[in-house]
C-alpha cells in the first residue's frame, strides 16, 4: 500500500511541523493560564505515580518529538508490536481468565479447581504451599505448620494425579508456580498427562521456572544461581524436543514489583532476566528460534493506571528489539513478548477490605487495556488469608464484567496515540534501557545479583515508598486517610487436619511404592546430575517411581549444593 | 558512659520469604537510633531463639506472612522459657489474622502490628515499651542450653 503510506508519512510530518508551535502555545499556556489558574487553588498534592515518577499537567505533540507511527507502533502484530503482538489481540480472543489458585490438599484445589472452571475461568493456575516451593516434603522438620496454608501441598505424583483428577490436560492448559523445583513439578504433571493418554507433544501450559528474580525478589531459590541456570536450560531444551506447547519459563516482574520496585526497576530487570536466560539458552548450543518462541512474561499490574499501560507497550516494543537485533532472532514469534498479569497484592489492605474489589478493578484494567494474554485478578480477603470462594468469585466476575460489559476490549490499544500514553511509553522504555545497558556492563544479570544490585535498588524503593506513606506524602485510602472501623470479614482456614492428611498419604505412598525402583531412579539422577546431562529424561523416571519431592530435590542438593542469600537491608 | 542503643533482632521464622517488611523494619529502626540484627530468611525456632540471647536481644521482632505463626509463635516463646530468655520480649508482624491476635498476645507476643501499620507506630511502641539492656545480662556458656 504505497500510497497510503505515502499519505500517512506527509501527515506525520505535517504534524512535526506543527511541534514547535504547539511547545512555544503551551509553555505560554502554561505560564499564563495554568500557573495563574493554580495559585488559586493552593492543591498541596504531588503529582506523581506510585513509583514517585513525576507526571505533567498535561501532554501535547511536543512531548514526541520526531515520533513515527510505524517505527515506534505500527500495527498489531507488527514489529515492534508496541499496540499488541496479534493482529486481532482481545478481538480474536480474550485473554485468559486464569486465577492463582491452591491450599490444602489436593482434594480441596481439585474442588476449588472445578469450581472457577465452572464459572467461566478459562485457564488452570497452581499455587503450590511453602514446603513444595522449597523442595521438602510435608513431613520436613520446616514444614511444621505450614502444610496446606499458602498453597496445595504436593509431594509426589501421587499428590499430582488427585490435583488433576477429572480435568483433562489434553483440553486445559494450566500454570505452574513453580522455580526452585520447577524441573520436578512439570515432570510429575508431564506424568499425569500420559497417565490420561495424553501425549507431551498436546499439552499445553507454563511452569514460572525463573530462578533470577528468586534471588532478586521472592527467594524461593534452593539451589545456587549457576546450577539453577543449568535446569532452566535443560527444561528449553527438552521442551523445544518433546513439550512443544509448552512455556518453559514465564519471566516474571510481579515479585520484583511487589518486593518493592519501582515500575521502570520491575520493566528492566524482568526484561534483563530475560536476555539472561536467552544468553545461556544460546551458550548450551540452542538456535535461538527453537526456545525463544517458548519464553513468556509475567507482569504485576499496580496502582498508577497509565503507568501500567505505558510499561505493557514498552516491554513488548523493547523485547522485539532485543530478540530482532540484539540477538538476530529470525522467528517473529521469537519476538512476541507474550505476558500474564496479575494484579497488586501488596496494593490491597487489611482496612476496610471492600475497598480491594476497587483496587483490582482498576488494576485488571489497566492490564487489559495494556493487552495482556492472561490475567489473575486478586481476591478482596488476600491481605489476611487465602482467598474464600466468594471472594474469588468476585474477583472473576471482574475480569468477565471487564470483558463483557465495559466495552475496553473492542478495539486494540485503545490509548494508541494519546500523547500521555506515548510520551510515558517512549519515558519508560529509555530509561529501561538504560538499567539493561548497566547490568550489561556490570557483566550480565547473575553478575549483578552476586553484586547485590537489583536488591538493593528495589529495597531502596521500598524504603523510601514506606516513608512517603508514613509522611502521608502518598496516601492509601483507609490506611493514612479515611481510616474507619470495620466489621471482620469471614476468611477462609486451613485446619491443621490437613496436615495429618496430608502426612498420612505421604507415609502410605511411601508404604506402597516399590523402593529399589525408587531408590534407583534417585541414584540415577544423582549420577546425571553430575554427568551434566539434561535431567528432564531422569526426573520423569524418578516421578513415575513415586520418589518424592523432597527425595529429588535432596539428591540434587547433595551435587548442586544450597544457595545461602548474604544477610543485608 | 556510652548511650547504649536498643538492641532489636528480626527474624523470618519457618518457610516464609517474603522480605519487604522486614528489611523495611530494619531500616526504620536503624535510622532510629537502634541496633538491628538481621537473621535473614528460613530461621527455625531454635535459631531464633539462639540467636538473639547471643546477640544480647533487647527486643525480638518476627515477621511471618505464611500462616505458620500458630505453630511457630508457641514455640518460640517455648524456647525462649526453657533457655531463661523469657524477659526477651517478642512483637511479631506481617499477614496475621485478627482473629488469632488475641490468642497470640496469650501466648506471650506482646505487641502484634498488622497491615497498615506505620513505621513510626512501631518505632514510637519501641521506643515507649522497651528499655536498653532491660533483661539481665546472660552468658552464653553457662546459661542452659
Not at chain 1, 494450566?174 to 520447577?182: D, E, Q, V, W
Not at chain 2, 517455648?78 to 511479631?92: N, Q
Given at each position: 500500500?504505497?500510497?497510503?503510506?505515502?499519505?500517512?508519512?506527509?501527515?506525520?510530518?505535517?504534524?512535526?511541523?506543527?511541534?514547535?508551535?504547539?511547545?512555544k502555545a503551551y509553555e505560554g499556556w502554561k505560564r499564563n493560564k495554568y500557573a495563574k489558574a493554580l495559585?488559586?487553588?493552593?492543591?498541596?498534592?504531588?503529582?506523581?505515580?506510585?513509583?514517585?515518577?513525576?507526571?505533567?499537567e498535561?501532554?501535547?505533540?511536543?512531548?514526541?518529538?520526531?515520533?513515527?507511527?510505524?517505527?515506534?507502533?505500527?500495527?498489531?502484530?507488527?514489529?515492534?508490536?508496541?499496540?499488541?503482538?496479534?493482529?486481532?489481540?482481545?478481538?480474536?480472543?480474550?485473554?485468559?481468565?486464569?486465577?492463582?489458585?491452591?491450599?490444602?490438599?489436593?482434594?480441596?484445589?481439585?474442588?476449588?479447581?472445578?469450581?472457577?472452571?465452572?464459572?467461566?475461568?478459562?485457564?488452570?493456575?497452581?499455587?503450590?504451599?511453602?514446603?513444595?516451593?522449597?523442595?521438602?516434603?510435608?513431613?520436613?522438620?520446616?514444614?511444621?505448620?505450614?502444610?496446606?496454608?499458602?498453597?496445595?501441598?504436593?509431594?509426589?505424583?501421587?499428590?499430582?494425579?488427585?490435583?488433576?483428577?477429572?480435568?483433562?490436560?489434553?483440553?486445559?492448559?494450566?500454570?505452574?508456580?513453580?522455580?526452585?523445583?520447577?524441573?520436578?513439578?512439570?515432570?510429575?504433571?508431564?506424568?499425569?498427562?500420559?497417565?490420561?493418554?495424553?501425549?507431551?507433544?498436546?499439552?499445553?501450559?507454563?511452569?514460572?521456572?525463573?530462578?533470577?528474580?528468586?534471588?532478586?525478589?521472592?527467594?524461593?531459590?534452593?539451589?545456587?544461581?549457576?546450577?539453577?541456570?543449568?535446569?532452566?536450560?535443560?527444561?528449553?531444551?527438552?521442551?523445544?524436543?518433546?513439550?512443544?506447547?509448552?512455556?518453559?519459563?514465564?519471566?516474571?516482574?510481579?515479585?520484583?514489583?511487589?518486593?518493592?520496585?519501582?515500575?521502570?526497576?520491575?520493566?528492566?530487570?524482568?526484561?534483563?532476566?530475560?536476555?539472561?536466560?536467552?544468553?545461556?539458552?544460546?551458550?548450551?548450543?540452542?538456535?535461538?528460534?527453537?526456545?525463544?518462541?517458548?519464553?513468556?512474561?509475567?507482569?504485576?499490574?499496580?496502582?498508577?493506571?497509565?503507568?501500567?499501560?505505558?510499561?505493557?507497550?514498552?516491554?513488548?516494543?523493547?523485547?522485539?528489539?532485543?530478540?530482532?537485533?540484539?540477538?538476530?532472532?529470525?522467528?517473529?514469534?521469537?519476538?512476541?513478548?507474550?505476558?500474564?498479569?496479575?494484579?497488586?497484592?501488596?496494593?490491597?489492605?487489611?482496612?476496610?477490605?471492600?475497598?480491594?474489589?476497587?483496587?483490582?478493578?482498576?488494576?485488571?484494567?489497566?492490564?487489559?487495556?495494556?493487552?495482556?494474554?492472561?490475567?489473575?485478578?486478586?481476591?478482596?480477603?488476600?491481605?489476611?488469608?487465602?482467598?474464600?470462594?466468594?471472594?474469588?468469585?468476585?474477583?472473576?466476575?471482574?475480569?468477565?464484567?471487564?470483558?463483557?460489559?465495559?466495552?475496553?476490549?473492542?478495539?486494540?490499544?485503545?490509548?494508541?496515540?494519546?500523547?500521555?500514553?506515548?510520551?510515558?511509553?517512549?519515558?519508560?522504555?529509555?530509561?529501561?534501557?538504560?538499567?539493561?545497558?548497566?547490568?550489561?556492563?556490570?557483566?550480565?544479570?547473575?553478575?549483578?545479583?552476586?553484586?547485590?544490585?537489583?536488591?538493593?535498588?528495589?529495597?531502596?524503593?521500598?524504603?523510601?515508598?514506606?516513608?512517603?506513606?508514613?509522611?502521608?506524602?502518598?496516601?492509601?485510602?483507609?490506611?493514612?486517610?479515611?481510616?474507619?472501623?470495620?466489621?471482620?470479614?469471614?476468611?477462609?482456614?486451613?485446619?491443621?487436619?490437613?496436615?495429618?492428611?496430608?502426612?498420612?498419604?505421604?507415609?502410605?505412598?511411601?508404604?506402597?511404592?516399590?523402593?529399589?525402583?525408587?531408590?534407583?531412579?534417585?541414584?540415577?539422577?544423582?549420577?546425571?546430575?553430575?554427568?551434566?546431562?539434561?535431567?528432564?529424561?531422569?526426573?520423569?523416571?524418578?516421578?513415575?517411581?513415586?520418589?518424592?519431592?523432597?527425595?529429588?530435590?535432596?539428591?540434587?542438593?547433595?551435587?548442586?549444593?544450597?544457595?545461602?542469600?548474604?544477610?543485608?537491608? | 558512659?556510652?548511650?547504649?542503643?536498643?538492641?532489636?533482632?528480626?527474624?523470618?521464622?519457618?518457610?516464609?520469604?517474603?522480605?519487604?517488611?522486614?528489611?523495611?523494619?530494619?531500616?526504620?529502626?536503624?535510622?532510629?537510633?537502634?541496633?538491628?540484627?538481621?537473621?535473614?530468611?528460613?530461621?527455625?525456632?531454635?535459631?531464633?531463639?539462639?540467636?538473639?540471647?547471643?546477640?544480647?536481644?533487647?527486643?525480638?521482632?518476627?515477621?511471618?506472612?505464611?500462616?505458620?505463626?500458630?505453630?511457630?509463635?508457641?514455640?518460640?516463646?517455648?524456647?525462649?522459657?526453657?533457655?531463661?530468655?523469657?524477659?526477651?520480649?517478642?512483637?511479631?508482624?506481617?499477614?496475621?489474622?485478627?482473629?488469632?491476635?488475641?490468642?497470640?498476645?496469650?501466648?506471650?507476643?506482646?505487641?502484634?502490628?498488622?497491615?497498615?501499620?506505620?513505621?513510626?507506630?512501631?518505632?514510637?511502641?519501641?521506643?515507649?515499651?522497651?528499655?536498653?539492656?532491660?533483661?539481665?545480662?546472660?552468658?552464653?556458656?553457662?546459661?542452659?542450653?
Open positions: 500500500m504505497r500510497t497510503g503510506r505515502r499519505k500517512e508519512k506527509s501527515k506525520v510530518r505535517k504534524i512535526q511541523q506543527k511541534a514547535p508551535e504547539i511547545k495559585e488559586a487553588c493552593a492543591s498541596p498534592r504531588a503529582f506523581t505515580t506510585v513509583s514517585g515518577r513525576k507526571i505533567k498535561l501532554y501535547t505533540p511536543a512531548d514526541l518529538p520526531r515520533f513515527d507511527f510505524f517505527r515506534d507502533l505500527n500495527f498489531p502484530g507488527e514489529y515492534p508490536f508496541t499496540r499488541g503482538i496479534h493482529p486481532t489481540m482481545h478481538r480474536g480472543r480474550l485473554w485468559t481468565m486464569r486465577q492463582f489458585s491452591g491450599f490444602g490438599t489436593a482434594e480441596d484445589t481439585n474442588k476449588r479447581y472445578k469450581y472457577l472452571l465452572a464459572h467461566g475461568q478459562t485457564g488452570l493456575s497452581v499455587a503450590f504451599h511453602l514446603p513444595t516451593l522449597m523442595g521438602v516434603d510435608s513431613d520436613h522438620p520446616l514444614a511444621k505448620g505450614e502444610v496446606g496454608k499458602c498453597g496445595v501441598a504436593i509431594d509426589s505424583l501421587a499428590d499430582m494425579e488427585v490435583l488433576f483428577s477429572g480435568l483433562p490436560l489434553d483440553k486445559i492448559t494450566t500454570s505452574m508456580t513453580i522455580n526452585a523445583p520447577a524441573a520436578i513439578l512439570w515432570a510429575m504433571y508431564i506424568a499425569v498427562a500420559e497417565k490420561q493418554g495424553v501425549s507431551p507433544k498436546v499439552i499445553s501450559g507454563t511452569i514460572q521456572n525463573d530462578i533470577l528474580k528468586e534471588y532478586i525478589a521472592q527467594k524461593t531459590f534452593v539451589f545456587p544461581p549457576r546450577p539453577s541456570m543449568k535446569l532452566i536450560v535443560d527444561t528449553f531444551e527438552y521442551g523445544a524436543k518433546e513439550v512443544p506447547r509448552w512455556n518453559t519459563i514465564s519471566i516474571s516482574g510481579y515479585h520484583i514489583r511487589e518486593a518493592g520496585a519501582t515500575a521502570v526497576q520491575e520493566l528492566a530487570f524482568t526484561l534483563r532476566d530475560g536476555i539472561e536466560y536467552v544468553i545461556w539458552g544460546l551458550e548450551r548450543g540452542l538456535e535461538i528460534d527453537e526456545f525463544a518462541p517458548r519464553l513468556s512474561y509475567f507482569f504485576n499490574s499496580h496502582n498508577d493506571f497509565f503507568e501500567e499501560i505505558a510499561k505493557f507497550r514498552a516491554a513488548r516494543k523493547i523485547w522485539a528489539e532485543v530478540m530482532r537485533d540484539r540477538f538476530g532472532a529470525r522467528n517473529p514469534r521469537s519476538w512476541w513478548l507474550r505476558f500474564h498479569t496479575q494484579t497488586s497484592g501488596v496494593s490491597l489492605m487489611a482496612q476496610q477490605p471492600y475497598n480491594n474489589v476497587i483496587r483490582v478493578a482498576l488494576q485488571a484494567l489497566a492490564a487489559v487495556l495494556g493487552g495482556t494474554q492472561s490475567l489473575h485478578t486478586n481476591s478482596l480477603d488476600e491481605t489476611f488469608a487465602l482467598p474464600s470462594e466468594d471472594a474469588v468469585t468476585i474477583a472473576l466476575r471482574t475480569q468477565q464484567i471487564l470483558a463483557h460489559e465495559s466495552g475496553v476490549a473492542n478495539t486494540i490499544d485503545p490509548l494508541g496515540g494519546s500523547y500521555f500514553i506515548e510520551a510515558l511509553t517512549r519515558e519508560m522504555e529509555g530509561e529501561a534501557k538504560s538499567y539493561i545497558r548497566k547490568i550489561d556492563d556490570m557483566g550480565g544479570m547473575v553478575r549483578a545479583i552476586e553484586l547485590g544490585f537489583p536488591q538493593k535498588e528495589i529495597g531502596d524503593s521500598a524504603y523510601w515508598y514506606q516513608k512517603a506513606v508514613d509522611a502521608k506524602e502518598k496516601i492509601i485510602v483507609g490506611v493514612n486517610a479515611f481510616e474507619m472501623e470495620h466489621e471482620p470479614i469471614p476468611l477462609l482456614e486451613i485446619d491443621e487436619a490437613v496436615a495429618r492428611q496430608q502426612l498420612a498419604r505421604l507415609r502410605s505412598v511411601k508404604k506402597s511404592r516399590e523402593l529399589t525402583a525408587a531408590k534407583r531412579t534417585l541414584a540415577d539422577l544423582k549420577k546425571a546430575a553430575r554427568d551434566d546431562q539434561n535431567l528432564m529424561p531422569h526426573l520423569l523416571k524418578c516421578v513415575k517411581a513415586y520418589a518424592t519431592l523432597g527425595e529429588m530435590m535432596n539428591a540434587l542438593k547433595d551435587v548442586y549444593g544450597e544457595y545461602e542469600e548474604p544477610v543485608t537491608f | 558512659m556510652l548511650d547504649k542503643k536498643i538492641r532489636v533482632l528480626i527474624a523470618k521464622p519457618g518457610l516464609d520469604g517474603h522480605d519487604r517488611g522486614a528489611k523495611v523494619i530494619c531500616r526504620a529502626l536503624r535510622d532510629a537510633g537502634m541496633e538491628v540484627i538481621y537473621t535473614g530468611l528460613r530461621r527455625t525456632p531454635e535459631e531464633i531463639v539462639s540467636a538473639a540471647i547471643q546477640e544480647d536481644a533487647d527486643l525480638i521482632g518476627l515477621s511471618i506472612l505464611s500462616g505458620a505463626h500458630p505453630i511457630l509463635f508457641p514455640r518460640i516463646i517455648k524456647l525462649l522459657k526453657e533457655k531463661g530468655a523469657e524477659d526477651i520480649p517478642v512483637i511479631a508482624g506481617g499477614i496475621i489474622p485478627e482473629k488469632d491476635v488475641p490468642r497470640m498476645k496469650k501466648v506471650g507476643i506482646r505487641e502484634i502490628f498488622l497491615p497498615g501499620t506505620s513505621t513510626r507506630d512501631i518505632v514510637g511502641w519501641i521506643q515507649k515499651h522497651i528499655e536498653k539492656g532491660q533483661k539481665k545480662r546472660r552468658n552464653p556458656l553457662t546459661c542452659p542450653s
